[in-house]
Each structure stands twice: as C-alpha cells, then as structure tokens.
C-alpha cells in the first residue's frame, strides 16, 4: 500500500487480552494516532494467529506490553519491516530474543517509569516500619479503647537516624535511594556490582550483606531474579536481622528463603511486608495470610490503575524519538540483561 508522503512508522500493538484497554487512555491513543500509523482497535494478542500477518508483515515498530509473543526467528521471518521495538512495561527479557539482537532490532523498554511506583510503595513501606504503624494500628483495634501506655510502648518507634539496608542498586534501588535523601536516615547498599567511588556519589554507605542485615532496622530487597540470588537472604541473614526489624520484598520471591523467613516471623521477632512470594499466590494454607507481623500484597507495587498510563506515555515519547531519528532515551542491550530484571 502507498502512504505517499506519511512517514510515520508502520506500529502493531502485541500484548496480551486486555491491556491495550488499561494501557491507552484517550490521551494515549490520539498521541499515538499522531506519530504512528497504526490501528489502534487492532492488538496483536497471538503474533502467531493468521489474523495479524499482514500487520506484522507491515510493521516497522512493535508496541509492545505485558504478554506480548516471543520474538522468535519465526515470527520476525514474518515482519520483514521489523526496527525496533518499543516496550511499555519494565523487563523484556519474556518475548525479546536472541534473534532480536541478531536481526539489529533497536528496543526499548520503561523499566523506568515501572521503578518509580514500587519505589514509592518502598518508601512508604520504610517509614510505617520505621513508625511501627501496623502493629501499633493491629494493637489499638484489641484494645478497643482499653487505656494503654503508647509512649512505653512505642518507645522504640521513630524514624530519626533510622538505619536503613538495601540489597541491590537495580533502578528501583536507585530510586528508593533517591527518595530516602530528605529523611534522617542512613542508608546501607549491598550489591557487589557497585564501586566505592560509585556508593559514594549515591550518598550511600556500602555494606556487605551480613553486616547490612545486623546495623539496618528494616532490609528492602531490590536485586534482579538470578540463579547467584536465589535465596539470598537466607537463615543466616535473617538471624542476623535485629530484634523488631522489617524485610520488604518487592522484588521476587525466590530471592528470601521462605521456610526460613516464616520460622523467624512465627515468634513474632521479625516483621515482614511482601510484596511477592513464591509461588506467586501463596496456597490458601499458608501462614502469610495469618500472622500479624505480615503485610501482604497482591504483586501490586508495580505499575497498576492510572500508572499504566505513566508506562504508554514513555513509551509513546520513545516511538516518537524513534520516528524523528534520535536514540532512544531508555535503549535496552544484549549485554545488561544478565544482571537485570
């Protein structure tokens, strides 16, 4: 077909059922009307379905979100137009493959845009552990307006010159590094990728892992999923962690050793807030649901509700550098995959 003078890249939507709704709102998808040529009723749930050939035949940019198909050399045989693919969502490591990066194609990703909402619920995870707000709120319901000594009780509450652990400067680390700057706290990082000159320059005080776990009130897990960091806070870092101190978990369940964090949280000497688990839905009998020193959430620190639409307008900004020429300002490459989410 001619598109006479209309350069505007040639972009099929490839995500799973469902999200395209969530993703455009309508400021999305009059952005998109303007610097893509697309359609936008058109999403490409199954590259692999019959219904999309020519689309995909078409296609010069992939806009792509959570399930969208692996890239395979199979379905880029099919999208012979195929440059670049633009992700509205943080890893891409589930649909672009090696092939990807043989074939030359540039992507893109806004890992950045979904750091900063699990960042946030970091952030307030901290400062209500650092305040003991839950046990506090779950004590005052008992109480049922029994009079009760709070000062006494809460005496070790408080978030001035807090000690606070980081494991891992991913860029949900980073940000939570970020976040932390205007509170009275000390902030300790381990992530063995880090330099000094690096931690530094964070206004962070490196720290190895065991070290970490014993000085810090409350540890935040902020490493990638990989086979080195799988169990990473194990029994040992765990005991270490000081009486009444708090484990946050927004990254991935397989990096806690949970048979291991559920003996200390059963005494009651640890808090937790989980973020995720492993499996992903813990089974109906597990203890996470019952112990009162557990706050735990559905997976949804990452982007939700209106944040998908902070993710669409990255990405949209991207494709929009991408039409005009210029370097994607998020580029994702071959070689940082190893050591990220």
Not at 72 to 89: D, F, G, N, S, Y
Not at 254 to 261: F, M, W, Y
Not at 323 to 337: I, K, N, Q, S, Y
Request: charged share 20%; aromatic share 4%; with cysteine.
């Amino acid at each position: 077909m001619h598109h006479g003078t209309d350069n505007r890249p040639a972009t099929l939507l490839a995500m799973a059922p469902g999200i395209a709704e969530r993703l455009l709102g309508d400021a999305q998808r009059g952005h998109l009307a303007r610097i893509a040529r697309t359609d936008p009723r058109l999403v490409a749930h199954d590259l692999h379905a019959p219904e999309f050939a020519s689309a995909l035949a078409e296609a010069e940019v992939l806009l792509t979100c959570w399930g969208a198909t692996p890239l395979t050399p199979e379905i880029l045989e099919r999208a012979p137009r195929l440059r670049a693919v633009v992700h509205a969502a943080g890893s891409v490591k589930h649909h672009i493959t090696p092939a990807c990066w043989e074939r030359g194609l540039l992507v893109s990703s806004a890992a950045g845009a979904n750091a900063l909402p699990v960042a946030e619920y970091t952030l307030a995870a901290i400062l209500f552990a650092g305040k003991q707000v839950l046990p506090a709120a779950h004590h005052y319901r008992a109480l049922r307006g029994t009079d009760h000594d709070w000062r006494t009780e809460l005496a070790s509450s408080g978030n001035y010159r807090r000690t606070v652990g980081l494991v891992g400067a991913s860029r949900i680390g980073r940000r939570v590094i970020e976040l932390l700057r205007p509170f009275d706290v000390t902030t300790l990082l381990y992530d063995p990728y880090v330099t000094d000159t690096e931690a530094a320059g964070l206004s962070v005080q490196k720290a190895e892992l065991a070290d970490l776990c014993a000085r810090a009130s409350v540890v935040s897990v902020h490493a990638p999923q990989l086979p080195e960091t799988d169990g990473m806070i194990g029994a040992a870092q765990l005991a270490a962690m000081p009486d009444g101190s708090t484990l946050i978990n927004t990254s991935r369940g397989s990096l806690v050793d949970e048979a291991a964090l559920l003996a200390e949280l059963r005494t009651g000497r640890l808090h937790a807030v989980l973020d995720v688990t492993e499996p992903e839905v813990p089974p109906a009998t597990s203890e996470f649901y019952t112990l009162p020193n557990v706050l735990l959430t559905p997976h949804m620190a990452g982007s939700f509700g209106n944040e998908l639409h902070r993710m669409a307008d990255h990405a949209l900004s991207e494709l929009e550098r991408y039409a005009a020429g210029l370097p994607f300002t998020e580029p994702v490459r071959p070689d940082a995959l190893e050591h990220s989410a």
